[in-house]
């Protein structure tokens, strides 16, 4: 099994800032990707941002520019640091990591997801 641990979360103030922090730990190959989602009461999961195993980004639109992935290899660990919050950027965030690891089948990617961690942004 692949554990995920979140932590960072938050109220902060719109303009502010918070970074979030995911570590993967438990039996695996290789990590592909790591990435953030969100999800506001009523909308659906999103992506946010998504750092691949070669080190290319990804990120939504709507965070551009404001919010930068990175990632500590060695510790297996995202971070997202988010710069100049707004009170639409407010829900559970949610860490996920595409592992590749021995499965029934044989060698195969799987995904795992973070129990989420709370951002609130005030206006």
């Known amino acids: 099994q692949v554990q995920l641990v979140e932590s960072g979360g938050g109220l902060v103030q719109a303009g502010g800032t918070l970074r979030l922090s995911c570590a993967a730990s438990g039996s695996f190959v290789s990590i592909n990707a790591m990435g953030w989602y969100r999800q506001a009461p009523g909308n659906q999961r999103e992506l946010v941002a998504i750092i691949r195993s070669g080190g290319s980004t990804g990120y939504a639109g709507s965070v551009k520019g404001r919010f930068t992935i990175s990632r500590d290899s060695a510790k297996n660990t995202v971070y997202l640091q988010m710069n100049s919050l707004k009170p639409e950027d407010t829900a559970v965030y949610y860490c996920?990591?595409?592992?590749?690891?021995?499965?029934?089948?044989?060698?195969?990617?799987?995904?795992?997801w973070g129990q989420g961690t709370q951002v609130t942004v005030s206006s």
């Open positions: 996920k990591t595409e592992a590749t690891k021995w499965g029934p089948a044989g060698l195969g990617s799987f995904d795992y």
